[in-house]
Every structure is written in structure tokens, then in C-alpha cells.
């Protein structure tokens, strides 16, 4: 997919406009980019923050997960099931808190070799987890796993 990546997020952006367009599941995997992968997971959330299942698994044509400046804001969306495999670099977390954070009704979660840079972060992560499953009634458990 390469470089094609952002003619798929035109596509997407622009199947989004369309009043009876309800996309609720999107999945892309065995493909390269140097779209970062928390930026991809953002772009899509803010073009489609109804869908219920995301899962994103690919590899970076460049070996650096560091994302470039700019808003990172995602909106409130309705996913249900998050999964998703990081490259081998470490997760710039606080992109994965903001999705985390936006995403009230999440009940499955799935980090593929996530890379946590130290106990502190992963603990951060897990809190925000904790802090979402408490906050939503309407949810009774939350499965997370984490694969290495």
C-alpha cells in the first residue's frame, strides 16, 4: 500500500460525507507505510467515530514510530474493539491514552507487540483502562491483552 495509504484516507474521508454510508467495521493488515500507526488510528477515528471494530496491523517502512506534531485530538466514538500491532518501536503514548480516553464503550482491546518504555507508562495506560471500565455503566468487563 505504501504511499497509496493516504488515496485509501481520501476514499474514506470522502465516503464519510455520504448520509448513508455506517461503516462499522475497518481493518487493514499486510501492507507497509510511513504513516505512523497511533496517526493512522487517529485519522481514521475522526473520519469514521461510529465504528464499532478497528484493526490496524502493518509495518513502518521507516524503523521510527515517533509521530509527527500537530492535533492528535480524537472525538468521542463508539469502538467497541480496539485491535492493534505496533511496530517494533516504543507506543507514543499519549496518542494511545487520547483513543483510550475517547473511547467510552470500548470492551476488547488488543495491543500486539506493544513496547512500553518503562513500568510508569504502562501503569499510566492500565489506569486510563481502569479509569474508562469504572466511568461507563454500561459495561461490564473489559478485556485487555497484551501480546508480545
Known amino acids: 500500500?505504501?504511499?497509496?495509504?493516504?488515496?485509501?484516507?481520501?476514499?474514506?474521508?470522502?465516503?464519510?460525507?455520504?448520509?448513508?454510508?455506517?461503516?462499522?467495521?475497518?481493518?487493514?493488515?499486510?501492507?507497509?507505510?510511513?504513516v505512523p500507526l497511533l496517526q493512522l488510528l487517529h485519522t481514521v477515528l475522526r473520519i469514521f467515530p461510529h465504528l464499532q471494530l478497528l484493526s490496524l496491523s502493518y509495518d513502518l517502512e521507516s524503523h521510527s514510530e515517533l509521530e509527527r506534531p500537530g492535533d492528535m485530538h480524537v472525538p468521542e466514538n463508539d469502538l467497541k474493539q480496539l485491535e492493534l500491532r505496533f511496530p517494533?518501536?516504543?507506543?507514543?503514548?499519549?496518542?494511545?491514552?487520547?483513543?483510550?480516553?475517547?473511547?467510552p464503550s470500548?470492551?476488547?482491546?488488543?495491543?500486539?507487540?506493544?513496547?512500553?518504555?518503562?513500568?510508569d507508562v504502562l501503569r499510566l495506560v492500565l489506569t486510563v483502562i481502569l479509569g474508562n471500565t469504572t466511568a461507563s455503566s454500561s459495561r461490564a468487563a473489559l478485556t485487555v491483552l497484551l501480546v508480545e
Open 106 to 119: 470500548l470492551v476488547e482491546l488488543s495491543l500486539d507487540n506493544a513496547t512500553f518504555p518503562g513500568q
Open 1 to 34: 500500500l505504501g504511499a497509496n495509504i493516504s488515496l485509501v484516507l481520501e476514499a474514506l474521508s470522502a465516503l464519510s460525507q455520504d448520509p448513508g454510508c455506517s461503516l462499522s467495521v475497518f481493518s487493514l493488515s499486510d501492507f507497509s507505510t510511513a
Open 88 to 103: 517494533q518501536d516504543p507506543i507514543q503514548v499519549e496518542h494511545l491514552v487520547s483513543v483510550l480516553k475517547a473511547s
